[in-house]
């Protein structure tokens, strides 16, 4: 039986639950240590997934960037680059994207509608794969996990970190949360609505909290609810 990645979900957010506003700039809500942060915790994954909402809208590299850490990967036998994933049921993606440029193996998790059509936008730029006729994200997190993924860091969006925490596979959550009001409806969220697990009165464990500069930093368990 195909062993499941561990997955993480991370996310910045200001204090009343925004991932960014709606303006055309990305909203900067972390802080330099913080994305220091970041980088350890990507340098620790074997994978980094992101929506293609995601990475249409923020064009990200989504690399380690640091030096040691990248060598470090290496020394332990690692590939310098965490696998970099992401996951589309419409195939709207374009080769222009950074994300395809920089780093190391990319793949693209899809439906059969749309495999041929990410397959002639990307060529050899990244393996494809299809996991049926419908998005589910436990044959998601089986595929990652036939291809030797131990431990997934998710970066979003909103979407994914929703569906991810109502259907139960996120195993942990690490939030930056940022001294900022967003207070935009129309703005994306680290969650939305949702039908989740234990319900409103379930109360998730938490792991961790600390504060980096002026961001808090809190790790929850959202499997270990009471």
């Known amino acids: 039986m195909t062993t499941r990645p561990y997955v993480i979900l991370s ?15 990305r909203l900067r809500l972390s802080n330099a240590a913080d994305f220091d942060r970041v980088d350890q ?19 990200p590299r989504l690399l380690v960037n640091s ?9 332990e036998g690692k590939p310098e680059f ?23 193996k990319k793949l693209v998790v899809t439906v059969e509608g749309a ?24 044959l998601v997190l089986d595929e990652l996990g036939r291809r030797g993924v131990d431990r997934l860091m998710v970066e979003g969006g909103g979407t994914i970190h929703t569906q991810l925490m109502a259907q139960s596979l996120a195993d942990e959550v690490h939030l930056a949360i940022a001294p900022l009001l967003v207070g935009q409806p129309e703005a994306a969220r680290f969650l939305g609505a949702g039908d ?7 109360r998730m464990k938490v ?6 500069d ?4 809190v790790r929850y368990a959202p499997k270990e609810r009471g």
């Open 11 to 25: 996310a910045a957010t200001s204090v009343d639950g925004y991932l960014d506003d709606t303006s055309p700039e």
């Open 41 to 59: 915790v990507r340098a620790e994954s074997d994978a980094i997934l992101i929506g293609a909402t995601t990475m249409r809208r923020d064009n």
């Open 67 to 75: 030096d040691a850490r990248r060598a470090q990967r290496v020394s």
């Open 82 to 104: 965490p696998l970099k994933v992401t996951v589309t049921a419409s195939g709207d993606l374009s080769a222009d994207l950074k994300f395809w440029h920089h780093g190391g």
């Open 115 to 138: 495999v041929e059509k990410v397959r002639a936008t990307l060529g050899d730029l990244a393996d494809v794969v299809s996991v049926g006729t419908e998005l589910d994200w436990g």
């Open 196 to 202: 989740y697990p234990g319900g409103t009165t379930a």
């Open 207 to 212: 792991l961790e909290v600390r504060a980096i």
């Open 214 to 217: 002026d961001v808090v930093f």
